[in-house]
């Protein structure tokens, strides 16, 4: 009887050790078959708002086959946006184009230093140098509407009110899309906004930027100029400061663009 529990024992045993072996060659497999693959999109969104903000593009970069990826920010540091948004970067397969949006841009200027991150795609985004806080890129110019409309909480959290949304943030969308907007956006912490980057991406990777001339969260002349200053391929949509609410094929666009370039380069 124990003669036959020993065998049963090393039975199992190489059965496991069968399953282990087998499951490492098939994600070896897969790890080539992605190295093939078009890269990744991982799309950070900006204050104010959350993952859904993207939720127009995404079905369109799904469509064409794209594996995409929303990140979740908490907007209570810079640093935990980072590290969120670097989290799903090692998620992905293979590489990445990394998109951020407002707030977003000084993410993944921060965490798109990162060998899989192959390009950055800005949407009306922030772009900071290197030692440079989100805070300092905006005294270049007068603030806009929007930023006066802004209301702190008493935990010094920073959000819309619901006529802000409407009238500064998505101005060119529904009116029943705004509410929801208003109702679903993140607060973010005033602090993030001095919080410094260590890096900016932007030196060592292509980028491309939508400006939206309508913005007013972000004055359209600030885009222009972060997007000179970065060597970014340039795309301008006569939009608020979400495009990817109101011309979301066209973000989607701008993103397959820097997606196929990177494909093409491999």
Known sequence: MLNRTLVSVALVAMGITANTSAFAAQS???????????????????AFADGS?????IPILQAKGIKVQAVQNGLNSLADDVAATR??????????????????????TEAGANDK??????????????????????????PAPGIKRLV?????????PPDAVASDFAQDVP????????????????KAFAEKTTVAAWTTRPSWFIVSEKDR??????????????????????TSHVPQQSRPADVAKVILDAV???????
Do not use: C
């Open 53 to 57: 903000d993207w939720a127009k593009v």
């Open 152 to 160: 702190a909480d008493a935990d010094g959290y920073l959000s819309l």
């Open 28 to 46: 070896a497999t897969q790890g080539t078959a992605a190295d093939s693959q078009a890269p990744s999109v991982v799309i950070v969104h900006g």
């Open 217 to 238: 969260m972000i004055p359209p002349e600030l885009e222009r100029a972060m997007a000179s200053k970065i060597g970014a391929k340039v795309t301008s949509l006569p």
């Open 87 to 108: 989290r799903a970067i090692r998620n992905q397969p293979g590489k990445v184009v990394l998109v951020g949006h407002s707030w977003g841009g000084t993410v993944i």
């Open 175 to 190: 009116a029943a899309q705004a509410r929801v907007m208003a109702a679903t956006q993140g607060p973010i912490q005033s």
């Open 117 to 142: 991150v192959s390009a950055l795609v800005y949407v009306a985004a922030f772009a900071p140098d290197a030692g440079q806080s989100t805070e300092e890129v905006g005294k270049a110019v007068p």
């Open 260 to 266: 196929h370039t990177v494909q093409a380069q491999r």
